[in-house]
């Protein structure tokens, strides 16, 4: 980045953020009175879920920019001209994917040893701050409401939004997560995104039975609230392993709607800031992904490091174990691991 932009940036995000300061709750505070006596009053105090995320996203922030700092005069690699000839280009041009953007270029026989290191390092780097980010925009979408639009637009029970087939995988006496997954057709991301999306409608729908229990004639069934909140249970898992293995689908209808109608401003700045954040440490991982990608193609097809495209982080279907940083956590309430269940694999949702 450019001092003017690196400049721009941390100026914009100052506007951002400079509301989170107002946003007050009021908290306890024992004072000392002039004469020694100890009395309890109520002062007034950032409110807690800021005061713990927004201190972590400036340093993922901070995190971020001081990564593309550590290339500013890197000469391991280059790019080549958009207007040079496809020969110049090589192997490691774009053809389909992402074409607009330059074909690296390495040394003749791949990069050091030492150099390939060094960029894998920044890649962890990055793969970390997209992780707590991550995390950090999963916990916020959790923590707002879900619009009552949203749920006016659901059918009447489960079943319907399911589907026969998938109701009855979901509430068949043997229920096994990864099997239901197999026998679905995850071909495409479109079929990926509906199934996510009938599957957290029918979650929604079965909260709002089991907390309400003078519910509406047309949402009355005759399943109790005990099978009710077992197949809640199987559905959280499935979107678990859904986000786990397919981690680059776009939002879902929910998080969309939740976005949207959300009026909370604190969580609207923390949900927009880190999914910034998301999307250029994504972008980071990306491109750095072509470089190691280049480097192979330049080692030639007997190198054991990358015998293929390391495809973006978004498109392939791993999990990711990378530890979040410390300095980076934002609390417990926001590990990863305990948010999910699982470690999940980088992804942009745009």
Request: aromatic share 6%; net charge neutral.
């Amino acid at each position: 980045m450019s001092a003017e932009r690196k400049a721009r940036w941390r100026r914009e995000m100052d506007w951002l953020l400079s509301v989170t300061d107002h946003i007050v709750e009021f908290v306890p505070s024992r004072q000392t009175s002039e004469d020694g006596a100890t009395i309890e009053i109520m002062i007034t105090q950032q409110r807690g879920d800021l005061q713990m995320n927004i201190p972590a996203l400036r340093k993922l922030d901070a995190m971020l920019i001081g990564s593309l700092d550590d290339f500013e005069d890197q000469t391991m690699f280059s790019y080549v001209s958009r207007d040079a000839d496809e020969s110049e280009k090589g192997n490691a041009r774009r053809d389909g994917d992402k074409w607009w953007l330059p074909t690296v270029r390495v040394p003749l026989g791949g990069l050091s040893e030492s150099s390939r290191r060094w960029i894998q390092l920044r890649k962890d780097s990055a793969t970390q701050v997209h992780k707590a980010a991550m995390a950090i925009n999963a916990q916020v979408l959790m923590e707002m409401e879900v619009p009552e639009a949203y749920v006016e637009s659901l059918p009447k029970n489960g079943r319907e939004s399911l589907g026969d087939t998938i109701y009855k995988s979901i509430t068949d006496d043997v229920f096994d997560p990864q099997e239901f997954l197999g026998r679905m057709d995850l071909s495409t991301e479109h079929k990926i995104l509906d199934l996510k999306n009938r599957i957290e409608a029918s979650v929604v729908i079965w909260k709002r039975k089991m907390q309400d229990k003078e519910s509406k004639p047309s949402w009355a069934s005759a399943v109790s609230l005990e099978k009710r909140e077992l197949f809640e249970e199987r559905a959280e898992i499935i979107l678990i392993l859904i986000k786990q293995r397919f981690p680059g689908i776009p939002q879902s209808a929910l998080d969309i709607s939740k976005i949207q109608y959300n009026k909370d401003v604190g969580l609207s700045i923390q949900e927009s800031y880190s999914r910034i954040l998301e999307s250029l440490a994504f972008m980071l991982i990306s491109r750095i992904d072509d470089v190691l990608y280049a480097d192979s193609i330049a080692r030639g097809p007997t190198t054991k490091c990358l015998k293929g495209r390391q495809s973006p982080p978004n498109v392939e279907a791993k999990t990711g174990h990378a530890k979040v940083p410390p300095e980076v956590k934002a609390g417990k309430k926001f590990s990863y691991t305990e948010h999910v269940g699982v470690a999940r694999s980088p992804t942009a949702r745009h």
